[in-house]
């Protein structure tokens, strides 16, 4: 049931976000003196309005967004009053559309920024010096964890039948760094499976500094079944084991306190960027995974996902209490969707952008040449693409959101 309640309360505080966007476009609209009709949060059926100040306001049926409704957003647009043409949004000068274009993104961008501080401040933001991937944690140094246990099938876990790690049997402790086997050197943690691995397995002396002071054990090194370290699902061979994982002292999250946070934030809000970037580079590649986990393969937690699967993940992060990891994906969310509406693609705030400023250096390039002022663009010459970015984008979110319910990604 808490999960139930969380996801719901993610799902709402990302229709707070679309909404804080749309009021962005409002509020710089009308101090520009533009027509701003109508505001409402939702889609389809209206459930209740008001009017003030010439706008109507309300709540519509479909939480699914939002939108704003600016008189004359193209000199196209044939449902201008009459008297209000003074204040259809195509003539006023270019800088103040653009404003008005940009500051829903710019809405979204400082909700981030205020969520990042407050997590960086009280609640807790990931550590950017703990391993982020395969490649950084085989980098690190030959630290070890000594498990309870080895097991001849590393599908399974421990049982009481199963022998003792060797390395707590011969005395090492978590936190111990390995250096040498039979006088192999190991400088990484990569270094010690692999030497490990490549040890026949019996007694072999290890070498470890503890406290920054070297010393050597006898260990007996277990013989496992494991398939190859660079492939994972290949066939199993008998190597031997010491019975111990990668330890990492440095906690995955850390807090700064309200004054650090400032300048925590600038870091990670470069880090976000970052990682946004990174993140969309992927997605083309990774459509043909996000088919097959509609089709039965096992989901990849680095396929896209729609509102329903941020919702459903920032809900079970809740309901678990992994507060930070709440909050990253509320962050995450909205400087994707800020970049996202960015784009130069008709309907997209991007869009509308583009074309202002080509219409402006157009005319500006005209002037200097001596020739006439083209004018406007022709929005109607672009409807056939504007077209395409709709339909392409429908499939993806309609891709998206059937494989988050189908098969959705979870944390656990």
């Not at 709540?59 to 259809?88: E, N, S, Y």
């Not at 270094?191 to 503890?210: C, F, K």
């Not at 996902?305 to 809900?315: E, K, N, T, Y």
Request: aromatic share 8%; with cysteine; charged share 15%.
């Amino acid at each position: 049931m808490m999960r139930v309640l969380f996801t719901a309360a993610f799902a709402l505080a990302i229709l707070v976000s679309v909404s804080l966007h749309e009021a962005g476009h409002l509020l710089s609209a009308k101090r520009f003196g533009m027509r701003v009709t109508q505001y409402f949060v939702g889609y389809g059926p209206t459930i209740f309005s008001w009017r003030r100040g010439g706008t109507e306001y309300g709540l519509k049926a479909i939480p699914l967004g939002g939108f704003c409704k600016i008189v004359g957003m193209t000199p196209h647009d044939d449902d201008v009053d009459p008297a209000d043409q003074h204040r259809a949004m195509w003539r006023f000068p270019v800088w103040k559309r653009t404003v008005v274009m940009v500051s829903g993104v710019m809405v979204q961008f400082a909700l981030a920024i205020v969520t990042l501080w407050f997590a960086a401040a009280y609640v807790g933001v990931p550590n950017l010096d703990y391993p982020q991937s395969e490649a950084d944690l085989a980098a690190q140094p030959a630290a070890i964890t000594i498990g309870d246990c080895v097991t001849p099938d590393a599908a399974r876990a421990c049982t009481p039948a199963d022998p003792v790690a060797p390395a707590r049997t011969a005395g090492l402790r978590t936190g111990d760094v390995l250096t040498a086997v039979n006088g192999v050197p190991i400088a990484t943690y990569a270094d010690m499976l692999r030497v490990v691995r490549q040890t026949r397995p019996g007694p072999a002396e290890v070498a470890y500094t503890r406290d920054g002071q070297p010393a050597v054990v006898r260990a007996d090194l277990s013989a496992v079944q494991r398939p190859p370290l660079d492939n994972p699902a290949g066939p199993v061979a008998t190597v031997a084991a010491l019975g111990v994982g990668l330890h990492i002292s440095a906690p995955r999250e850390v807090t700064y306190g309200p004054a650090g946070a400032v300048g925590a934030t600038v870091t990670y809000s470069g880090w976000m960027v970052g990682q946004t970037y990174e993140s969309a580079k992927r997605i083309p590649s990774k459509v043909p995974a996000l088919w097959r986990s509609i089709t039965g393969a096992e989901r990849d937690p680095n396929t896209p996902i729609s509102v329903v699967g941020v919702s459903l993940i920032g809900g079970e992060a809740a309901s678990l209490g992994l507060w930070s990891t709440v909050l990253m994906i509320f962050i995450g969310l909205n400087v994707f969707m800020g970049f996202f509406n960015l784009l130069p693609l008709l309907p997209l705030d991007g869009g509308h952008i583009a074309i202002a400023w080509f219409e402006r250096a157009r005319s500006w390039a005209a002037a200097r040449l001596g020739r006439p002022d083209p004018g406007r663009v022709d929005f109607f010459k672009l409807m056939p693409l504007t077209y395409v970015v709709i339909l392409i984008g429908g499939a993806f979110t309609l891709l998206t959101l059937t494989a988050d319910i189908v098969n959705p990604i979870t944390i656990r």
